[in-house]
């Protein structure tokens, strides 16, 4: 794992995520889940990249479909979109 990987990227989220992080009912168990796993490792954590954009990602976690943008220049992870289980 390289350093940049185990500082971790800044975790931001776009307006719709915000959204319906706010509706969640386990908002800081998501978030903490998030910063453990995905801010980690980006490009691991059993993520796939989106329409053959290795920086455009989609990734499960804690039972959420998480849709992000990786910036490595800035090291900000950006959730675009949060999609819950029912």
Request: net charge positive.
């Amino acid at each position: 794992m390289s350093p940049r990987h185990r500082r971790g990227h800044r975790v931001t989220y776009a307006p719709p995520a915000d959204d319906t992080l706010a509706k969640m009912g386990e908002a800081d168990a998501f978030r903490a889940a998030l910063t453990r796993t995905v801010a980690r490792d980006p490009y691991g954590h059993g993520s796939t990249p989106v329409r053959d954009d290795p920086d455009r990602r989609e990734a499960t976690v804690n039972g959420a479909i998480v849709l992000y943008y990786v910036s490595g220049s800035v090291q900000t992870l950006t959730v675009v979109r949060l999609i819950l289980s029912p």
